[in-house]
């Protein structure tokens, strides 16, 4: 091949081209890179007129698709014969399909090669032993082998086929096996490499045929390795304009441009909203399109929620992860209920999330009854439901719903094809499938799982098809299916107003302004990531872009950027409590301008303040009306009513309480409930002391199963009962000493006091124990605590502020009876356990005189307050009812200002 000048040039001899000739030309990037597309039409038929070549037998690649249209457009106004304007992948699709993957090849689907990749693992004696003994090990190193054979396949198809044996001899002698520390790394790497290897042959290799009168290639973000490959073929003169800045001195023309302007934001939402804001400025100035980088996919997302509030025309070439759309919970909602160790909230939550999609009568009633069942009943396991009769008209439809489920559940290895051959008819019985097609996001859904009859381009490899899967294989193959593959809705029917796109498919697009959030040390210019099994000096060998080359693409995407008419960037100082950095580009870029004299353009906030006049948040005081006034009072509505009379309000006469989630997770008022229960039959069938540890340990297994609850979720709870069992027994056996005996436990108890206007007063004791004494028999109510003794100590301390036992104790007093005493055990406390409320009786009965006048006056109207003070409002489940942190406002004379996009 022959080598030329450029020309043209200033003082350039006159050039004879041969065939094989390489012309390189730099293209100056007028000051508008609208304008950029005309230049480079204009070189092309410059080209033509010195070379003689003609020009409708030329192949114009440029480096993206979305690059295609502003080429031809340019090429087809200055009229006459144009060349073929192709990417290389356009082009080599049109000449014909890909060759189909078979059994064993790559297919560059993530997740089908991932179960490719595992067979392949586990053929080797140490990856079986690896997937046996370390399953997230295994899980890794298929993940590490998928990336790693990927990339050396894309890099080989840049090779010249006739030389591509070579390159794979090369990659063995570079990858041989090794001992010693990376030992395991260079055997995945060697799998992925011979994986690659046995790769079909790619459809860019049709390219190396073709004799076009000349190549014409456009560089812009870095050079195209396949581009590079197809000039050094020979064959054909090539034209190689060069759109990118000099290597050495990429920031050198920050002269000529126009500076960009730099908005520093306080956090994620400030930022977003300035970015939409700065979008819409452009806007309305009519600057359109514009582009809206999407370096910090999440804070774009929350973009353009803000832009589409404002009905601005949005074209995302970007979208989102399928597994969070709505269409994906339904599919993977099935597979979870399916489990066969499945919770009943795992099951509502997909019977409402096909509720949401599926148009099916009565199904919403139907699942508001079941999971009124299963909170009725405690139920938290799937399998419960199919153990007791349900009510007749739940009953045939749980029938329908376990026939759904049935098939999915089934522990037997199947083909990939049957599991979805299983889905798909759970997905049709359910009434999914409709909702599903009927629906964007869902019928994207259905082609990445390969479900959708009417895309035979979606269909599966049938060698991938053919792997065996066990349930859970085949759920966590859903689950990296929709975590891999992006929803991309459709294009607006109108040209966009905003281009959401990523930085890399910017470049030489002709956008009328450009926004950039995100422009921080942690989405811009910072350390790309690493391939997981190759170091750079391999990766270079094997012809695959290393950390270096990673880098310079990106700063040269960045510096195209700059040639906008418009640029703002934008970055915030904080994620929350953790600080921010500028972006290394942006820092060079600032450096850049500063040695020319100049700095980055003011950015005036285009957001508008708007004044609005204080209205501060009164506290709510509401009057019950007769008709919710209690017709009896328990210990806990007692405390609500006098801890806040808003919060009694709200949660006893309103109903207004938070649901408790039905999954298999035991938290501590799961423990706490199984502790009572333990130890109420405990003592209930207590006999021989010395029997007491194994009879102890011997209910709480059988409470635990009862209760149904999870194993491994109990472990931490079940080693604090450990430690508790030794500490309760040494106290019982004390207890048995000084003559106190169990009388009863969960002691239901109910009167009607004098004043309370016929208002029942009622309470469940958690023990009452007898002491005998001197002076005869003392009742001894016992309240178990898994709380801290120290908080119980803070409660007691003010005798009329403890409002539990002094219910108690005034239920059980009686003119004749014993005398009380009221205490609080602390069962989780290592020291002394018990909590003694002294002269409960005392207590019980200002407590009574104090509800009976409390009772008065919420049946003469007084208002129930809510008082907003102590610990009361920490945990409170009504505090977004009487708007607690609302009610601190700006001074009267200081109007509150917000900013609106």
Known sequence: MILTQSPGQAGAAPVSFAMTSIVRRPLAIPPDVRGWWPHVATAVRAFAVETGIALRDAVLLVPYAQLLEPARRALADIGGWMPRVETTQTLARALGPSPAAEAGQISFNVALDGLTAAQLLRGQRWGATLARRDPRGFAHAVAGIVETAHALARGA???????????????????????????????????????????????????????????IVVQAGGVDPLCAALRDAGGAICLWLDADADAARPLAEVESIHAPALAVCAGFEDEAEAAAAQAIAYLRAGERPVALIAQDRVLVRRVRAL????RVAVLDETGWKLSTTRAAVPVVGLLEAARPDASTDALLDALKAIAGIADVPSLAHRIDALEALCRRAALRRVAALSAGPLEAGLQAWWTEVQAWLAPLSERTSRSLADWLAVLTQALRQSGAWAGLVADEAGRQVLAALHLDPLRPDTVAPAGALALPLTRDDFAAWVHDVLEEQAFRPAAPGVPPDVVITPLARAVLRPFAAVVLPGADDQHLGGEPPRPALLADAEAAALGLPTAADRRAAELQA?????????LTLLRRRADGRTPVGTSPLVSRLGAALARSGRGYAIWIDPRQRRRWPVTPVERPAPIAPAALLP?????????????CPYRYYATYLLGVRERDELDDEVDKRDYGNWLHAVLDRFHRERGDPRDDEALLQTIADEVRAADDLDAAHFEPFGASFAAFVPRYLRWLHARDADGVRWRAGEHEVAQVPDGFGGVRLEGRIDRVDARRTPDGEVLELIDYKTSSATDLRDKVAEPLEDTQLAVYAALMRTPQGPPLRALYLALESREKMEVEHRDVEQSAAALVAGLAHDLERLRAGHPMPALGEGRTCEHCAARGLCRRDHWASPSADEPASEAAP
Not at 158 to 187: F, K, V, Y
Not at 632 to 640: D, H, K, P, R, Y
């Open 157 to 215: 198809a840049a090779i010249a086929p006739s030389q591509r044996d070579d390159h794979w001899t090369r990659g063995r002698a570079l990858l041989m096996p090794i001992s010693g520390p990376g030992q395991r790394e260079r055997l995945l790497a060697r799998i992925a490499l011979e994986w690659a290897c046995l790769a079909a042959a790619p459809a860019t290799d049709r390219l190396f045929g073709l004799a076009p009168s000349a190549w």
């Open 558 to 566: 960045f510096v195209h950027l700059l040639r906008a008419p418009a």
């Open 631 to 643: 017709q009896a009072l328990s210990a806990s509505a007692v405390e609500a009513l006098r801890a």
């Open 307 to 310: 832009l589409e509030r404002r």
